[in-house]
């Protein structure tokens, strides 16, 4: 797996609810109301949830007559939902390592700090690497990441005023695993 890669699959895993939908889909046996009340988020917010994986052909709704009950909605991973799924694990075991909360839940953190681990330290650089994502939310997520210390920014004078951004010391062994891991993903695939 590449950088341009795992930028976009650690993006699609962003927001507050993708991550655990994905983690917990197999155990709840793909069905809507046990993964409803496994997770205890509304009925309505889970549904808009499933719409969006099945438009980003991560998850797929399964006809009446695949399903247990022909009457009760459930769902399974893709192949993409799949190598999503092993993705999910990684970032997952890499921010119980972090402990500064559930990372994934705001756009662009994973990808801001995978790409801060491969030495895109500017803020241009960063936004052309990562898309083109509104300066911002970039902004944002970077003072974000830096009010919970996981990044530090630096101020340069010469030849003009420019910020840095770094990861602090203490996360690039544990981004350093999550990218390891992430490589290994290819081989598997």
């Not at 976009?8 to 793909?30: A, E, N």
């Not at 350093?176 to 290819?186: A, T």
Request: proline residues 6%; charged residues 25%; positive net charge.
């Amino acid at each position: 797996m590449n950088l341009e890669e795992a930028i976009q699959h650690t993006q699609q895993l962003s927001g507050r609810w993708i991550m655990p939908i994905l983690l917990h889909l197999k155990s709840s046996g793909g069905r809507f109301t046990p993964l409803q009340k496994q997770l205890q988020i509304s009925p309505s917010r889970l549904s808009d949830n499933f719409s969006r994986l099945v438009s980003k052909q991560i998850v797929k709704r399964l006809s009446p007559y695949e399903r247990r009950h022909p009457l009760l909605p459930e769902y399974e991973l893709t192949e993409y939902g799949e190598l999503l799924f092993v993705i999910t694990q990684c970032l997952q075991k890499a921010e119980e390592t972090i402990e500064a909360g559930p990372l994934h839940r705001k756009s662009w953190t994973w990808p801001l700090m995978i790409s801060l681990y491969h030495d895109y330290t500017r803020f241009q650089s960063l936004q052309r690497l990562l898309g083109n994502p509104s300066p911002r939310i970039l902004s944002m997520r970077l003072n974000e990441l830096c009010d919970l210390k996981l990044v530090k920014k630096e101020i340069t004078e010469q030849p003009s005023l420019r910020y840095t951004y770094q990861l602090e010391d203490r996360l690039y062994p544990i981004v350093d695993m999550l990218w390891g891991e992430l490589l290994k993903i290819e081989i598997i695939q």
